[in-house]
T-cell receptor, first 116, second 110 residues
Framework: GAVVSQHPSWVICKSGTSVKIECRSL??????MFWYRQFPKQSLMLMAT?????????EQGVEKDKFLINHASLTLSTLTVTSAHPEDSSFYIC????????????FGNGTRLTVT | KNQVEQSPQSLIILEGKNCTLQ??????????LRWYKQDTGRGPVSLTI?????NTKSNGRYTATLDADTKQSSLHITASQLSDSASYIC?????????FGRGTSLIVHP
């Protein structure tokens, strides 16, 4: 089946540093990927839609200069949390929509970010 | 604004019992509806996907139903197991834009 690999699975960083999270579709191409944030016991909140070769589309209230998204290839999107603060601590998840089947949506296993 | 409402918010059942989770939506036009299972600290895993013309879809002990007229879907879990404890998320897609429900947290007790 379709696999989305997200790396790292967890990361601890100091306040003020930047953290990069990778989302890879391993066996399919994905022009479109999505990034989500999830707080404990809450559902996923869409942060942005990542499109290969073009700028990401951010949801209202999400700072594009803080959450940098790069979708440089059809199998890789990255989310960089810049100048992280403790309130950025959360569970970040990506999903990828296969180009061959637009109905499907495959999720990574998430990245637990803790900012100290 | 498109919305997806799930109920109940949380549910506790005994192992072996059946349960049904509900999803009501206002998304229009409708492309497809998916149910996902999300274990704690993991990414969601797809259980079922249904298009407008499909009324029911099964995946093992999971059976999803869809009434496109009333814009309601349900996920029925048969003979629950401890491993069914998770969040179940309903996702309704308009064209290629998904709208997520808040999920139902299911706890199965031995």
């Amino acid at each position: 089946g379709a696999v989305v690999s997200q790396h790292p699975s967890w990361v601890i960083c100091k306040s003020g540093t930047s953290v990069k999270i990778e989302c890879r579709s391993l066996d399919f191409q994905a022009t479109t990927m999505f990034w989500y944030r999830q707080f404990p016991k809450q559902s996923l909140m869409l942060m942005a839609t990542s499109n290969e070769g073009s700028k990401a589309t951010y949801e209202q209230g999400v700072e594009k200069d803080k959450f940098l998204i790069n979708h440089a290839s059809l199998t890789l999107s990255t989310l960089t949390v810049t100048s992280a603060h403790p309130e950025d601590s959360s569970f970040y998840i990506c999903s990828a929509r296969p180009d061959r089947d637009g109905r499907a949506l495959h999720f990574g296993n998430g990245t637990r970010l803790t900012v100290t | 604004k498109n919305q997806v409402e799930q109920s109940p918010q949380s549910l506790i059942i005994l192992e072996g019992k059946n349960c049904t989770l509900q999803c009501n939506y206002t998304v229009s036009p409708f492309s497809n509806l998916r149910w996902y299972k999300q274990d704690t600290g993991r990414g969601p895993v797809s259980l079922t996907i249904m298009t407008f013309s499909e009324n029911t879809k099964s995946n093992g002990r999971y059976t999803a139903t869809l009434d496109a007229d009333t814009k309601q879907s349900s996920l029925h879990i048969t003979a629950s197991q401890l491993s069914d404890s998770a969040s179940y998320i309903c996702v309704v897609t308009e064209f290629y834009i998904p709208t997520f429900g808040r999920g139902t947290s299911l706890i199965v007790h031995p």
